[in-house]
């Protein structure tokens, strides 16, 4: 069980992260999540002691004890937090299941690979694609 508040580690440049992470942070009325933009230019992962380029791989949450909880995992642990909704400790519960828990894993590493793909990308991200310096940093514009 995660030790709330949890840190949710976000792409902010990905509309469909965004959006889901929107969409939490509309529920959260007991503050048990903070989000945080990766994709943000003020974003130093540093502290935390993952690369960037490892930020960037898949959805990251740590919680107030520090234990890292990565792609499902996160997910599961944002989804604990609101265990005064059912349908959030159902998939919670579902999620684990022997059969559900490898095909959301092999699913959730598909769209992590399509992510950066997707259209509709904002902030340092140009034609679908972001471009990242030496340093896994964003870059502007669409100097390659």
């Known amino acids: 069980m995660p030790h709330y ?4 580690f ?3 440049a990905c509309p469909v992260c965004s959006r889901e992470i929107a969409h939490y942070q509309r529920r959260d009325r007991h ?3 903070i989000a945080v933009d990766i994709s943000a230019a003020n974003f130093d992962p540093q502290p935390y002691g993952i690369p960037l380029r490892t930020f960037q791989s898949e959805l990251h949450a740590i919680d107030q004890e520090g234990t890292v909880y990565r792609g499902v995992e996160a997910f599961r642990a944002i989804w604990l937090a609101f265990s005064d909704r059912l349908i959030y400790r159902v998939m919670a519960s579902l999620i684990t299941l022997p059969l559900i828990d490898p095909c959301a894993r092999l ?3 598909l769209f992590a690979r399509l992510r950066p793909h997707l259209p509709g990308r904002g902030g340092d991200c140009d034609a679908g694609t972001c ?3 030496r340093g896994g940093r964003p870059r502007s514009g669409g100097d390659a």
């Open 5 to 8: 508040p949890l840190r949710v």
């Open 131 to 133: 471009r990242f310096d």
């Open 10 to 12: 976000y792409d902010g």
């Open 107 to 109: 699913g959730y590493r």
């Open 31 to 33: 503050g048990k999540l």
